[in-house]
Nanobody, 115 residues
Framework: QVQLVESGGGLVQPGGSLRLSCVAS????????IGWFRQAPGKEREGVSCITDKRGTNYADSVKGRFTISRDNAKNTVYLQMSRLKPEDTAVYFC?????????RGQGTQVTVSS
């Protein structure tokens, strides 16, 4: 079965860190661009970060300097390292095989930033 599976979310205090993982199952993602998105209740979906097959990266202004995307093709995994988290980062985070649209998205993982 071809799918992306996210993990690593949880509850963290403001200023804390989390690392999210996006693991590909049923296919190898080394030739794919992978994007991370997030959606909070009542808000529009937001593209957070993206990494190409050539390891080019981009970030939303809201996370630039705090989040880092990377990939480990040997582990068929893309990571999103999140630091200096803020309450407004609270959302369901999911990955997809595109930078603009949630194509082939996974179920997502909940990130809650709260004291």
């Amino acid at each position: 079965q071809v799918q992306l599976v996210e993990s690593g979310g949880g509850l963290v205090q403001p200023g804390g860190s989390l690392r999210l993982s996006c693991v590909a199952s049923g296919f190898t993602l080394d030739r794919y661009t992978i994007g991370w998105f997030r959606q909070a209740p009542g808000k529009e979906r937001e593209g957070v970060s993206c990494i190409t097959d050539k390891r080019g990266t981009n970030y939303a202004d809201s996370v630039k300097g705090r989040f880092t995307i990377s990939r480990d093709n040997a582990k068929n995994t893309v990571y999103l390292q999140m630091s200096r988290l803020k309450p407004e980062d609270t959302a369901v985070y999911f990955c997809a095989t595109d930078c603009e649209y949630p194509i082939g998205r996974g179920q997502g993982t909940q990130v809650t930033v709260s004291s």
